[in-house]
């Protein structure tokens, strides 16, 4: 399913009147001596039972932090919002593009780990959500044998990954800018095309790379409600 979406459309997220305090913690994990994957959580202060899971994924040069807004966005709704930097790809390291391929086993790690860090988190109810190389990161996930309690995914800007799409059917939305120049539309169109699953593929008018992440930014508040909206569907 192609679908435009409308730069001044729906701006409120339903749940924003909510006063809960998110808090965020560190979990410092590692997948090896060479893999430090410090992991940021956000979750809603004195949250109690089980809750869905955001598993989040920066892009090349990024941080989790720089996505606090819409990480506290989806704590508000009840989601346990779990986000490593990754060892080889994060602002605090020189880049290494190459080591994107090790990134989906990163996550999957990640995932396990903090799970079974805290209880509350529903390990069949995982959304990957990932950004540029986070997208194909996210993407990466959903091969053969992949965790069938990822029930769905949100690549935004992202790229096919080098593995094929394999294992447990999960849904899938992308969502892209039509002025991206960082990685081209043809790029995201060409992911979708190779997904087998259920997706949908939302274009962002004028949108450039993930200028519409970003709070203040004219396409942040359709995008963000948009990826809510999605979030809540899937679980």
């Known amino acids: ?21 998110v808090t965020t913690r560190l979990l410092l994990l590692a997948r090896g001596k060479d ?10 202060d004195g949250l109690t039972g089980k809750h869905p899971v955001v598993l989040f994924s920066h892009g090349l040069g990024g941080l989790p932090a720089q996505f606090a807004p819409l990480a506290a966005t989806w704590a508000q709704a009840g989601f346990i919002v779990v986000a490593p930097a ?5 602002a605090k390291v020189r880049v290494d593009r190459a080591d994107v391929r090790n990134q989906p086993a990163d996550a999957a790690y990640v995932l396990h780990a903090a799970e079974r860090a805290d209880p509350r988190m529903d390990a069949a109810r995982v959304v990957a959500v990932g950004f540029s190389a986070g997208g194909t990161t996210t993407l990466g996930l959903l091969r053969a044998g992949h965790d069938p309690g990822i029930v769905a995914a949100v690549s935004v800007a992202g790229r096919r990954p080098p593995s094929a799409f394999g294992g447990p059917s999960a849904d899938v939305l992308f969502i892209h800018g039509d002025r991206d120049g960082t990685v081209p539309l043809s790029a995201g169109r060409a992911a979708y095309a190779a997904l087998p699953w259920p997706k949908t593929f939302v274009t962002v008018p004028a949108g450039r790379h993930g200028d519409y992440l970003k709070p203040g930014r004219p396409g942040y508040p359709a995008v963000s409600a948009r990826i809510l909206a999605f979030l809540q569907q899937q679980v």
């Open 35 to 44: 893999r430090p994957l410090p992991t940021t959580i956000w979750s809603l």
């Open 86 to 90: 990754y060892p080889h790809t994060n």
């Open 1 to 21: 399913m192609l679908m435009a979406l409308l730069a001044g459309c729906g701006g409120s997220v339903a749940h924003a009147e909510s006063r809960a305090r």
